[in-house]
């Protein structure tokens, strides 16, 4: 099994419904990150946590919010989905030290239409 | 925040040729890695190297933390190593504090 898991990993909706991509790790780390890709732009984060009280935006981090529900558990929400959401969306651990190696889950697709 | 720039954007091979790629960053970093996205999209760890050479079979890395640039070496390629390779880079003040921040790729295509 794999250390980071990502539900959904598919999921097609339409404009306006909510969405929630959830991650969970076994990894042990206290950070956790919420990415997204998108063709030709590399990844840019949306929502980082660094542990369970500590939640901190990213750089494109409009129209999401996270919950960090446990020190394993870290859910991101589209509260109304839009199409140019539509992306690929990674969730990634690390240690807590700021050279920490980051690993990522396997990613959620993520269309709407 | 940090810039992260690689090179080339796209790279075709035939099957057995070597390749080097480049990955070049704006400021001090503690840390660096390599990734590939595989055509299933799973991005998978290749190489933690935030400073000097490491290899991993027909890959190795080379990070110069000095001269702020990281050197990803596929040697013999495989049609197996398509896909894209992607730099990431953490930080280490300011608004790029302990956030990795990619480069946008290089798209490596490997012929038989």
């Not at chain 1, 063709?39 to 840019?44: D, S, Y």
């Not at chain 1, 870290?74 to 690993?103: D, K």
Request: aromatic fraction near 12%; glycine fraction near 10%; include cysteine.
């Amino acid at each position: 099994d794999a250390d980071v898991t990502q539900t959904p990993r598919n999921r097609i909706t339409k404009t306006g419904k909510r969405i929630m991509l959830e991650c969970s790790q076994t990894k042990g780390h206290d950070r956790m990150y919420w990415y997204r890709q998108d063709p030709g732009l590399g990844l840019r984060l949306i929502y980082y946590s660094f542990d369970v009280k500590d939640i901190n935006k990213g750089e494109i981090s409009d129209g999401y919010s996270v919950s960090r529900q446990a020190q394993a558990k870290f859910s991101l929400s589209l509260e109304s989905a839009i199409p140019n959401q539509t992306a690929l969306y990674f969730c990634a651990t690390s240690v807590a030290r700021f050279t920490g190696e980051l690993f990522f889950g396997e990613g959620s697709r993520l269309t709407v239409l | 925040g940090i810039q992260v720039e690689q090179s080339p954007p796209d790279l075709i091979l035939q099957e057995g040729a070597n390749s080097t790629l480049r990955c070049n960053f704006s400021d001090s970093v503690n840390n660096l890695q390599w990734f590939h996205q595989n055509p299933w999209g799973q991005l998978i760890n290749l190489f933690y190297i935030p400073s000097g050479t490491k290899q991993n079979g027909r890959l190795s890395a080379t990070t110069v933390a000095t001269e702020r640039y990281s050197l990803l070496y596929i040697s013999s390629s495989q049609t197996t190593d398509s896909g894209v390779y992607f730099c990431a880079s953490l930080g280490v003040g300011g608004t790029s504090y302990g956030k990795l921040t990619f480069g946008q790729g290089t798209i490596l295509t490997v012929h038989p």
